[in-house]
Nanobody
Framework: QVQVLESGGGSVETGGSLRLTCTVS????????MGWFRQVPGKEREGIAV????????FYVEFMKDRFTISLDREGNTLDLQMNNLTVEDTAMYYC??????????????????????WGQGTQVTVSS
């Protein structure tokens, strides 16, 4: 059984930083695609960054990559999201997603949340002014 667990959310002031962690267990097939998305109530879930854990290729949504950085541990089971210089617009529920490599490597679906089968419960990030 695949389990996806996020941690590290919380409250921070504008300009602050947070580091989120996603831990995946039970995924027994070849190295998957892992990534981070976020969602605010009433809006679509939007992508931030994903990584093909087999090739270590990283992909970022363009306007995210200046302040957001992902890092994968050596075992390929934990994916961190470092977020810097946070603004109130970054307030959202942050989710980790996992699926097969094809999702990361296909630019047409990479940022489509419905393309990912496994999701965590999310971790809330709140940025105050």
């Amino acid at each position: 059984q695949v389990q996806v667990l996020e941690s590290g959310g919380g409250s921070v002031e504008t300009g602050g930083s947070l580091r989120l962690t996603c831990t995946v267990s039970g995924y027994t097939t070849i190295r998957p695609c892992m990534g981070w998305f976020r969602q605010v109530p009433g809006k679509e879930r939007e992508g931030i960054a994903v990584i093909d854990t087999g090739s270590k290729l990283e992909f970022y949504v363009e306007f995210m990559k200046d302040r957001f950085t992902i890092s994968l541990d050596r075992e390929g089971n934990t994916l961190d999201l470092q977020m810097n210089n946070l603004t109130v617009e970054d307030t959202a529920m942050y989710y980790c997603a996992v699926d097969g490599r094809r999702v990361c490597l296909n630019g047409s679906i990479r940022w489509t949340s419905s393309a990912y089968y496994y999701w965590g419960q999310g971790t809330q990030v709140t940025v105050s002014s």
